[in-house]
Each structure stands twice: as C-alpha cells, then as structure tokens.
C-alpha cells in the first residue's frame, strides 16, 4: 500500500546547512528509500531549507535551543515566534492529506502533539537520553501509541528506561555516492559537529603521536572549543575542511587510511561510520554508543577502550589488518537505502494497525 507521508523536520537548523547534524543525512536517507518504494513523501522543514529528494514547505520562525547542551532537570524552552509551533500549525492544518505524520526533531512539542492528532504520527528520535522533560513526554506519547517511537541502534535505546518499546531503524545510505577506494592515499580522517562531545581533541592527539596528517570536516558548532584543541597540540597536522556536501566529502574521506570516531557521549548511531564504510574506508571508535554497534572489531575497524588515545594510536598501527573491501560490504549488507526502506516499512505497518 502506498503511504502519504508528511515527515516534520529537526528545528535547530534549516536542512542542508549541517546544523542538524545527523538527522538531514537521516531525513534525505530515509525520503529516498520510501520514494523508491513508491510512498509519497512531503518534508516540512525551517526557512532557508534546501532539499532535492522531495516537496518542501519552508517554514518562518525561531530555531529551538540545541538540546544536546541541557542538563537533565532543563525545562523545556520555546522562543517567541517558535519555527517548531509555525511547523506543527502547519502539520496540524494539512494532517487529513496525510496517512502518517514523521517526526525528527528532539524536542517536547511534537511528542506532546501525538494525542491530539487525527492522522497517526511517528517519532524518529535522534539522540540518547538528554533531559528528564523529553524522556518523560516520550513515554507519555508511546501510552498513547505504543509503537510510535524508533531509534537507531540498540544501546541508544538503552538510555531510556522504555528500551523494549522502541523500533530499531539503523540508518540507511545511497551507496551508488560513496566510491570504493581500495588504495589509501592521505592519513586519518574525523567526520562531525565540531562540539565537545564529539572529543575531536583525542583524534588530534592520536594523529600527532601517530605522525599521520588528521582531516577534519563537519559543521564548525564550537569555535572556542575547536581553536584550544588546535592550539592544545601544535605538533599535529589538522586540515580543516568546513562542512562539505556528499560528493565532496567523499572524495576526501575515501582516500583516507581510517576514519577516526572519538565520541564523548552515547553517540546514537554514527552515520559517519557508514560513509566511512561505504567509501572502504576502516573505522576506529571508542566501543560507545552507536558506532560499537556496527563496526565489526577486527574485520571492519577496530573498538578501543573509550576514551583511551593510546587505544587510538594502536588500533592505528594495526590497519594493515583490516580488509578495505569487507568494509565496502558490510556498508552492502546493512546500511543500504532498500534496507532501511525495508525497517522502516515494517515500524509504519506496526503503527497504522494499532487500534
Ligand atoms: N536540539 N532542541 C533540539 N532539537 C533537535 O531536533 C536537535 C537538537 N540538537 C541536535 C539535533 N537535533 C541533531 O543534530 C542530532 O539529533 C543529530
């Protein structure tokens, strides 16, 4: 059956500008797969928006305060002329032209909205457990509609006392972008918001005892944070590249020896790991959150001790061990646009038979 889908942007930054992190990969991944499998899909999304994939309605309005900042007891904030409310107004008005409702923004509102629609919605949430106000409102919104909650991966799950009652998506990429590279020609690469819970420092600090060039590339979040990084280990040789769109970030991350992911927090799934992966590229990552999940230690990267740089610069002299083409498979295997579209299929069917 084909579905009408509204799918309801993150509100801290307009898609394609990097400031959503993850959750804009996440948004065009997953409209991709459904388009593909004949599903209709209409994204709303704050001004300033660019997305190829699909309809977009661009809506005015203040971006919500990043929650990735806020202490557990935070109480929720809205700004003025919310662009988050504009955007659920909006929803609100056109839901009878949709069969479901997707959500990915991490914030109160929407999740509070879930009982007061006609049209069934879903939430996608894009981060592990943050405040006691949004862990509350999610298990409001899932004793109202049991399945309407996913995740990306299982121990993002586990930081919410409600881990049995998420759907676990993945993530899912259009491969036919990332180019397999069998040769490396450059050092190590790190993939991300530049912010403090991605530990960039312990990737520095592991490219200067390893001797190795480190490319950096990702939306530039923290500069105090970033320039004390650099000026913390003068004896490493960092290339900072900006955010750069897929194409372009491929074909820098492709010709790198490894992928180095450093998270601080539970990263809830790592789509750098995937893109890493899919380019042949092996994945170094602290055995945390998300990444632990997928790399395959020994066969398509190596997990190290988190938080531990000399765990890093091991795991680096070690490469020549890990099979750059069984990383291309793996990304084959799981992480494919048909195989999302698949889970993703199987996690609306289980909402709309609900009672
Ligand atoms: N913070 N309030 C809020 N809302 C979001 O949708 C949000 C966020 N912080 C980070 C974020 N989304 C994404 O960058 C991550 O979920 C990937």
């Known amino acids: 059956m084909t579905l009408r889908l509204l799918f309801v942007s993150t509100s801290v930054g307009p898609l394609g500008s990097g400031m959503g992190g993850g959750v804009e990969l996440t948004i065009n991944n997953l409209a991709h797969s459904l388009l593909q499998r004949g599903h209709q899909v209409q994204v709303v999304a704050p001004d300033g928006s660019q997305f190829s994939a699909a309809p977009i ?79 509350q409102v999610i298990s409001r919104a899932i004793a109202y509609s049991p399945q309407c909650i996913a995740v990306h991966t299982r121990s993002q799950a586990e930081t919410f006392d409600f881990a049995d009652r998420c759907h676990v998506l993945g993530n899912g990429f259009d491969l036919s972008l990332y180019k397999y590279c069998a040769e490396p020609s450059a050092g190590l690469a790190w993939l991300g918001r530049i912010a403090p819970e991605k530990a960039l420092e312990d990737a520095v600090r592991a490219s200067e005892q390893a001797g190795l060039p480190l490319q950096v590339l990702g939306h530039l979040q ?3 944070y970033f320039d004390q990084t650099l000026s913390q280990f003068p004896g490493a040789q960092v290339d900072y590249l900006g955010f750069l769109p897929t194409d372009k970030m491929q074909q820098v991350l492709r010709r790198c020896r490894a992928l180095l992911v ?94």
């Open 222 to 224: 923290d500069q105090d």
């Open 57 to 135: 309605i661009n809506i005015e309005g203040q971006l919500q305060v990043s929650a990735q900042h806020q202490s557990r007891g935070t109480p929720i904030e809205m700004p003025g002329d919310s662009v988050l409310g504009n955007m659920w107004a909006y929803a609100r008005r056109v839901q009878a032209d949709f069969d479901l409702i997707v959500n990915f923004a991490y914030d109160w509102l929407p999740l509070y909205l879930t009982q007061f629609f006609q049209t069934p919605v879903a939430h996608l949430i894009s981060m592990g457990s943050l405040t006691e106000a949004i862990d």
């Open 262 to 355: 450093t998270p601080r927090w539970v990263e809830a799934f790592g789509n750098v790991v995937i893109e890493a992966l899919a380019c042949g590229v092996p994945v170094i990552a602290y055995r945390r959150g998300g990444p632990a999940e997928i790399v395959r230690d020994g066969e398509t990267g190596w997990l190290v001790e988190p938080d531990s740089v000399e765990g890093l610069v091991d795991a680096i002299a070690n490469l020549s061990q890990i099979n750059r083409h069984a990383c291309r498979q793996q990304a084959e295997q799981d992480y494919s646009l048909a195989a999302l579209g698949e889970r993703a299929e199987q996690w609306f069917d289980k909402i709309l038979r609900q009672p």
